[in-house]
Structures are given as structure tokens and as C-alpha cells.
């Protein structure tokens, strides 16, 4: 599974690791469960993590490294959680010495020399854990588990996505030897401001609901301003419009400002339908049951919805909801 991954690590005097923009828990977490386990196994090596420190929740994770781009010349670059090029933070990456994908979704474009491509897991963190597993074998120390461990918990909703296997479960199972704290980690990773809770509330009452089964809604700028809400945390309650029995896919549009040019980005999500086909025609992509869009019009974003809400009453017709 991970012929010759070994190998590249071993023998180079300097790694880069990277991820995607706006990272994730997953993105962040095998970021910083690999950086830390190279740091520790080969304390000669330069091994450094690349990005910027923003996304969901940075706090939780140490700051990223300011390198020179000599640096990442002479380096092995790899790349985690990210299927296409442009979404790599830090696009100095493309000049390293060579380049190594890691990934959990769908394979959109190579951009690497060597890539470790597993659609079917749930998170790179499942990954990247379950190759230092077969490297080390005994329990990783506890910060390096609690990084994994964490990414697992984000994108698998804490193991209740479809993706979620018996062997995500091993893996989890595999990091809880390192004594990890279950509740102090949920609590972590899903515990809500004061002001998103408000938020929230404000989203379920005034969600737009198709009688199809889809619910959505719009965030503007303004109404973020009001709750006193960033536009990454406002994405993340996208989650609020989910465990609801009636609701086949939901949808959340975020508002943005590039100088002066205002647009919406969008996440979708459903129970059994795809809807990453569709977000492909709007600039976006994803898994087949939680998909992103990007730079829509509010037109546009309504023309998604009703391309979501054929598909599910496709869906109803052939009986496979
Ligand atoms: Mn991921």
C-alpha cells in the first residue's frame, strides 16, 4: 500500500509537508501527526510544515514554519489532503526537488511524482496513521495520536459519515492506545462559541426548506457582521441542517468579499445522492456526499439547489432514497 514511501522519507535530508487552504481538522491533523512523528524518528532531518495558520480551529495546532524557498527546492514536498494543485497552501511546493500526494479523495489531478491515493478512507488521517502503524507498530506517543485522532473525529462526524469502515474504527482503536481523552477531544473539536450557538439558532429558524427534502440558506456578509461570526465558522454550521429525517441534501452559502466583487461559496451535503458531480459544474468538487462550490452568483446557487432537487426526486422515482 505504501511501497516506497519509506524509502523517499529515508533519504531525504529535508522534508516539506503541506495541505490544503483553509485546513481542516484532517488537513492540520495528519499535517501535524506526520511533521511531529518525522521530527521525532529522524531528528536529523529538516522537516518542516507549510501554510498558513488559519482554518477551522488553528488553535489546536502549533504554528506552521516560515521556510525559504531554497529550501523547498533541495526538499521532498508532501502533500496531504488536497486534490488539485491550485489548493495546495503554498504553491512554492511545485519547486521541490520531488513531490508526494497523500490523499483521501476521489483522485482529480496529479501533481506529484508519487502519489498515495486511498478514496475509500475516510480521512487522511486514517492514512497517515495507518502507515506509521505499519512502521512503528507500538502505540505513537500521545500528542502524535491526539493530532490523528483528531482529523478522523472532523471528517467522519465523529464516526457517523457512510465512509466510516471497520477499519477506520481499527485506526481509532489503534490511537486510543496512546491514552487518549475522549471527552476533552470531542469537547475540543466540537464545543460552539456563544455567538455561533446564537448563530445557529438563527439559521434553523430561517432556513429555506423544498419540500423535495433539501434545506438550505444563505449567509451575507452583513448578517455575519450581526452574530459576530467569521466566514470559516459559518461554514462549519453546515453540520446544523444535518440528522434531520426529512432532509435528503442541505446547503449552506456563504457570502464573500474579494475587492469589492461579492459572490457566494457553498457546501453541499447529503444522505445518499451525489452531489460532487454537480458541484464539479460549479467551480467545486468533493466526496460524493459532502461537496463544495466556489465564486456562485446567488443565481447560480439557486440553480444548484434545483439540480439537487431533481437529483434526489430522481432518486425518489428509482426508489434508491
Ligand atoms: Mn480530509
Not at 56 to 81: G, N, Y
Request: glycine fraction near 4%; charged fraction near 25%; proline fraction near 3%.
Amino acid at each position: 500500500m505504501f511501497d516506497g514511501l519509506l524509502h523517499e522519507i529515508e533519504k531525504a535530508p529535508v522534508i516539506c509537508v503541506f495541505r490544503h487552504l483553509i485546513p481542516d481538522a484532517d488537513a492540520l491533523g495528519s499535517q501535524w501527526g506526520l511533521v511531529s512523528w518525522l521530527r521525532m524518528t529522524y531528528p536529523s532531518k529538516k522537516v518542516y510544515a507549510l501554510g498558513k495558520h488559519v482554518g477551522v480551529k488553528p488553535e489546536m495546532f502549533p504554528s506552521p514554519d516560515a521556510v525559504r524557498d531554497e529550501t523547498i527546492k533541495e526538499s521532498l514536498a508532501i502533500v496531504l489532503d488536497t486534490a488539485n494543485a491550485k489548493r495546495v497552501d503554498d504553491q512554492r511546493y511545485s519547486s521541490a526537488r520531488m513531490i508526494i500526494q497523500i490523499d483521501h479523495h476521489p483522485l482529480h489531478e496529479i501533481y506529484s511524482q508519487k502519489q498515495y491515493i486511498f478514496d475509500h478512507r475516510a480521512a487522511t488521517c486514517e492514512i497517515i496513521a495507518e502507515f506509521l502503524e505499519s512502521v512503528v507498530v507500538k502505540p505513537l506517543p500521545k500528542p502524535i495520536a491526539e493530532y490523528l485522532y483528531m482529523g478522523l473525529l472532523t471528517d467522519t462526524l465523529k464516526f457517523s459519515t457512510n465512509n466510516t469502515s471497520a477499519h477506520t474504527l481499527q485506526i481509532a482503536a489503534y490511537l486510543a492506545q496512546s491514552d487518549l481523552n475522549f471527552s476533552r477531544l470531542n469537547e475540543e473539536m466540537f464545543s460552539v462559541s456563544s455567538k455561533e450557538y446564537r448563530f445557529s439558532n438563527y439559521l434553523r429558524t430561517h432556513a429555506v426548506i423544498e419540500p423535495c427534502g433539501l434545506a438550505y440558506s444563505f449567509v451575507t456578509i452583513e448578517m455575519m457582521q450581526e452574530y459576530g461570526v467569521s466566514a470559516n465558522d459559518a461554514k462549519e454550521r453546515i453540520t446544523d441542517f444535518g440528522g434531520v429525517r426529512d432532509f435528503e441534501v442541505w446547503a449552506l452559502f456563504i457570502e464573500h468579499n474579494e475587492e469589492g466583487h461579492r459572490f457566494f461559496n457553498g457546501s453541499l451535503r447529503s444522505k445518499n445522492v451525489a452531489v460532487n458531480d454537480i458541484a464539479h459544474r460549479y467551480r467545486g468538487g468533493g466526496h460524493r456526499n459532502a461537496a463544495a462550490v466556489k465564486g456562485c452568483s446567488r443565481e447560480e446557487a439557486l440553480l444548484i439547489i434545483e439540480e439537487c432537487c431533481l437529483r434526489i426526486k430522481e432518486a425518489k422515482h428509482n426508489d434508491t432514497v
